[in-house]
Every structure is written in structure tokens, then in C-alpha cells.
């Protein structure tokens, strides 16, 4: 009996101590003195999931957070299976400008099936003082056909907390954020390049100096020629100050909003009327049109004023580089889509002299379509004027 007593002890006390460390029995998860393990996010679990949602990944993205002094590299995967990739704006030395081919998720990896590039070929190499850095002038684009499959290891999609929660996802060592939900953008990058390569026109390239009108204008579509006459008029009519006939051409129902950096700020900026803008030429009202960079202070004054720092700050009718539907350069991030998908721009860029890092500014003048009432006819009209310079 006492033999028996003492075999029983020993197993309650063997059965007591195991629960304690927690070894057997359940454990009061609501209790939290006790000790728990890190939690793991939802994100986290699914990332460890063999399979991931192709879904996620259609859209265009670029390896940057911001849109610089242009595009970074972009990646377009599109919802019929097939990506467009382009080298970045700021990279005037690599000849491959564009990739396109087949996409997939396979378990956790990205592939890519690339048939076909578009590259520049021959041209020369100069320091441009804008880019601070050897570029290619003017290069000819030349299709190739390739027959390469690339593989990457991929993240889940996540929102970015410190890129203003912007999805992004990693494929290798390669980080991308979203640019827009949707990637036919970059299609039309691309097949205007390879038009320009089937009829041998030379690479848009971005860095040439000369005006994109004068130099290569034989490159842009109709509707690029009819958009880049519209803002030639209407940068004339602002020359000149004309806020009459200027204020006939803004969008009827969208006004016109002016930005003093390339990031429209759509809380802060002054969006005015057809009426209001005929007659600005007399208006001598101090509005606030939103802050300067660096000290947040507000932009407090006239239109005139305004005018002298944040229109025509440059002469931009002698704008060594112009881009249709192309920002030239900026520092800012480019959210010209709050004027609707069917906006179109013209960039009249003017660099920096003599400090080219510093001192270069641009003109944007976006139009949007309007379909046309009893009052107006259909076309594009003025909606915003958007002035671009460094910015921190």
C-alpha cells in the first residue's frame, strides 16, 4: 500500500510539473500573464501559402515609391497574361528600352517569358549636365526577337506604410510599387516605340534638347500634334495674360486648378470657374493657393503675384524639351490622374542655368475631355495648370 502511495505521488507530481511548463493540457489563451508566441499577421500566413492570387499583381508598377525625374523602371502585368517592361527615364545609357512576353504565377514564383525587345542601336554617348551623367543621343530603335524565360522569387501584395500605404510587392532583390490599377499606359509606350522602330524613326528618348515638336514631331501620333497645338495656344494666351479668351477654353464643369508643384494637392489648390478666370485679368483678391515647400507656409497672394512665381516663372515658350502625355522631369509625385483617366498633358520643360540640378521648372497644361451640352461643344478643355520645380 504505501508502495502504491508513493508510485501514485510521483506521477502527480511528474503530470503537475509537465502542465505547468505547458507540455500537456491546454493553455488559457485569453490568459495574458502567460506567455505567448509573436503574432503572425494575416499577410504573413499567406505569404507562406504555396499558391498565390494572380489577381494581385495586374496593374502597373515601377521601382519607386514616386515618379522622379521620370519613370523608373516599369513593369506592366496585364490581365490577358501578357508584361510590358521598360528601363527607367533616368537611365540614358542602357540600351534595352523595352521588354514584352508572357507572365505567370507558378506556387510562390514570378515568370516571365520574354519573345520579344525593343533596344536602341548605334547613336553616340555625351554627358548631359541635366542627368549629371553619359547618355545615348540620338539612337535608333530596333525590335529584337529573343526567346529568354526569367524566374523570380515573389512576395504577397502589401500596403506600404510609408509610401502612403501604396501596394507593393518584391520579385527577387527587386522592390515594386503601384503606379496605376491599370497597365495599358505602358502598352502605348511600347508600341509607339516599336512603330518607331518598324519605320525607322529615331528613340523619343527624353534627353534630346531640342524641342519634342521640332525634333521629332514626324514621331507623334494625329492626336499628339492636335493636343500639342492646343497647349502652344494656350501657353501664347498665358504669355500674353490673356484671361479672357483663356478662361473660354476651361473645362465647363471640372474648372481650372492651379498647382504650384507637380504633386496636386487637391485639398489645397485653387480651382476656379470659366466666369472666375475671365476675369482674373482685374481680380486683385489675396487667395491662399497652398503651401511653399520646405517651411509649409501658405501661398498667400494675388493672381499676379501667383502668376510671376508659379506660371511664368521660366519663359517657357523657348522650353528646350516638351512631352506629350510625358513628364519630363519632376521631383514630385505625379497624381495627374485626379483629373480623370481621360486627361492628356503637355510638359514644357525648361532646365536649369546655370545650376541644372536646382533650377530647372516646367508648365504643365492638362486638358480633359467634355462630351458637350447646349452651351459648349464637345473637346478638350483646360484643367489644370500645373507648375513643376525641385522640391525636397
Known sequence: MIRFTLIFLCLFITLSVLTGCGLLGNRNLS?????????VSSAEISNTQSTLNTDDYIG????????????SERLALNSDGTFHMAASEMDGITRERFQYGSWSVEGSMLKLNVIEQIVWEGGRIEFDPVFNADIIVDPVNSIKAISEVFTFELSIVTADAEANNKRTFTAG??????????????????????ELAISGGYSDSGFDTKSKAENSGSSLSDYEK?????????LALLI??????????????????????GYVSTDSAVCLGMGDVISLREDSTVRNWGSYDGSGEPITCTINEY???????????KAQQIGVDRIIRT????????FGNGCTFVDFHCPGVPDPEFGWASLRLVFSWYSGDDRYE???????????????
Open 60 to 71: 502597373l508598377w515601377q521601382t519607386s515609391p514616386v515618379v522622379g525625374s521620370g519613370y
Open 173 to 194: 532583390d527587386t522592390k515594386y510599387w503601384s503606379l496605376a490599377a491599370e497597365p495599358d499606359s505602358l502598352q502605348i509606350d511600347y508600341d509607339n516605340a516599336r
Open 226 to 234: 492636335e493636343v500639342l497645338e492646343l497647349a502652344e495656344n494656350t
Open 378 to 392: 464637345g473637346g478638350l478643355y483646360l484643367v489644370a495648370i500645373v507648375h513643376d520645380q525641385w522640391v525636397i
Open 307 to 317: 502668376y510671376d512665381r508659379f506660371i511664368m516663372s521660366h519663359d517657357f515658350s
Open 240 to 261: 500674353n495674360e490673356d484671361w479672357g479668351a483663356l478662361g473660354h477654353m476651361v473645362h465647363p464643369t471640372q474648372g481650372l486648378t492651379f498647382s504650384p508643384y
Open 31 to 39: 490568459d495574458k500573464s502567460q506567455d505567448t508566441a509573436p503574432a
Open 331 to 338: 521631383t514630385s509625385e505625379n497624381n495627374l490622374y485626379v
